[in-house]
């Protein structure tokens, strides 16, 4: 909260909880609105867990002032590989829908194929879409 926002009244803490399947690779979404930031924990697999954490903010377009964007940071366990899906989930939500986001990613399935990656990724570009859908209503 910045001092601006001191006196101001708060928009209530909503969830929601939401799964994406791709053949048996399940992913799961909770969904955090916190006034106007948004809190989204990814995980599935047999270990679901803390692998990394990406944080998007929102701002204009380099190429065009006009279009939004968002920029990020991503901290990522060492000998974890979510760092792609933190950074990518957490950036098109921000740019999106405007909003400060924070996603925290943990998926683990041993000995996961190439194709089982591209589902996985599958799943979390269709969660990022219904998650916007739900942040828009």
Same mark, same amino acid.
């Given at each position: 909260m910045?001092?601006?926002?001191? *006196?101001?009244?708060s928009? !209530?803490?909503?969830?929601?909880?939401m799964?994406?399947?791709?053949?048996?690779?399940? %992913?799961?979404?909770?969904?955090?609105e #916190?006034?106007?930031?948004c #809190?989204?924990i990814?995980?599935?697999?047999?270990?679901?867990? %803390?692998?990394?954490? +990406?944080? +998007?903010?929102? &701002? !204009?377009?380099l190429?065009?002032?006009?279009?939004?964007?968002?920029?990020?940071?991503?901290f990522?366990?060492? +000998?974890?590989?979510?760092?792609m899906?933190?950074?990518?989930?957490?950036?098109? #939500?921000t740019?999106?829908? *405007? &909003?400060n986001?924070?996603?925290?990613? +943990?998926?683990?399935?041993?000995? #996961?194929?190439?194709?089982?990656?591209?589902? %996985? &990724?599958?799943?979390?570009?269709?969660?990022?879409d &219904? %998650?916007?859908?739900?942040?828009?209503?």
């Amino acid at each position: 909260m910045n001092a601006n926002d001191w *006196g101001k009244e708060s928009r !209530p803490v909503r969830s929601r909880t939401m799964s994406e399947s791709r053949g048996d690779l399940e %992913i799961t979404a909770v969904v955090y609105e #916190l006034d106007t930031d948004c #809190l989204v924990i990814l995980y599935g697999g047999t270990r679901p867990h %803390i692998g990394a954490v +990406g944080m +998007g903010q929102a &701002r !204009p377009s380099l190429k065009n002032p006009e279009e939004a964007s968002a920029t990020s940071s991503v901290f990522t366990y060492v +000998g974890h590989k979510e760092d792609m899906v933190a950074k990518a989930v957490s950036e098109d #939500l921000t740019r999106r829908t *405007g &909003r400060n986001t924070v996603v925290v990613a +943990g998926i683990h399935w041993d000995d #996961l194929s190439e194709a089982g990656i591209n589902h %996985i &990724r599958s799943a979390c570009h269709a969660l990022t879409d &219904r %998650i916007v859908s739900e942040l828009s209503a």
